[in-house]
């Protein structure tokens, strides 16, 4: 069956960087985009942005733009988020979600928290 | 960007009822538009898409409609797994935006 798992929470302080990972299985790793969304406390899901597991090609939301950078170890099929010049506001949940196609997200990781604090 | 925005924000309803959420979108996204459900402490959950069909194991009693910028996800005969919170999200242009929800609660 499909699943994703992500990696442990992690307490970052502010202006350091965060790695989130997102190991798929049960599916063939190259044929589906993986996007990362998230979701602060009480907030609405943001998306943040996707990658093609294929060839690696990446698009970002402008609000991350500079800050977030997406990869993908196709041998591991596992996709990773960087975050980086943490702030109190990136403290959220962190999802990484697969794109059936049009980009639905049909599968979703178990979500990875992030909490930013000095 | 392209805004979504949800009504209403939430709801009370009883078991058996029918519901009905709108989304609306700030600018023509076809027919890209996916509805999740979210419950506390999970991910969501893909329901449809893109605006009317089935994700896999999903219950006959959603159901979606719209185009364009108006949607709507429709629950049939509410049931008391159905409790969540409801997010529209558009997939026709990057950032791919989502409402900001539609908690459904019990009355």
């Known amino acids: 069956q499909v699943q994703l798992v992500q990696s442990g929470a992690e307490v970052k302080k502010p202006g350091a960087s965060v790695k989130v990972s997102c190991e798929a299985s049960?599916?063939?790793?190259?044929?589906?985009?993986i996007h990362w969304v998230r979701q602060a406390p009480g907030q609405r899901l943001e998306w943040m942005g996707w990658i093609n597991t294929d060839n690696g090609n990446t698009k970002y939301s402008q609000r991350f733009q500079g800050r977030v950078t997406i990869t993908r170890d196709t041998t591991a099929s596992t996709a990773y988020l960087d975050l980086s010049s943490l702030r109190s506001e990136d403290t959220a949940v962190y999802y990484c979600?697969?794109?059936?196609?049009?980009?639905?997200?049909?599968?979703w990781g178990q979500g990875t928290l992030v909490t930013v604090s000095s | 960007d392209i805004q979504m925005s949800q009504s209403p924000s939430s709801l009370s309803a009883s078991v058996g009822d029918r519901v009905t959420i709108t989304c609306r979108a700030s600018?023509?996204?076809?027919?890209?538009l996916h509805w999740y459900q979210q419950k506390p402490g999970k991910p969501p959950k893909l329901l449809i898409y893109p605006a009317s069909s089935f994700h896999s194991g999903v219950p006959s009693r959603f159901s979606g409609s719209g185009s364009g910028t108006d949607f709507t996800l429709t629950i049939n005969s509410l049931q008391p797994e159905d409790f969540a919170t409801y997010y529209c999200q558009q997939g026709y242009n990057a950032p791919y935006t989502f409402g900001q929800g539609t908690k459904v609660e019990i009355k």
């Open positions: 049960g599916y063939t790793f190259r044929s589906y985009a």
């Open positions: 979600a697969r794109d059936e196609g049009l980009t639905a997200l049909d599968y």
């Open positions: 600018q023509s996204i076809s027919s890209y």
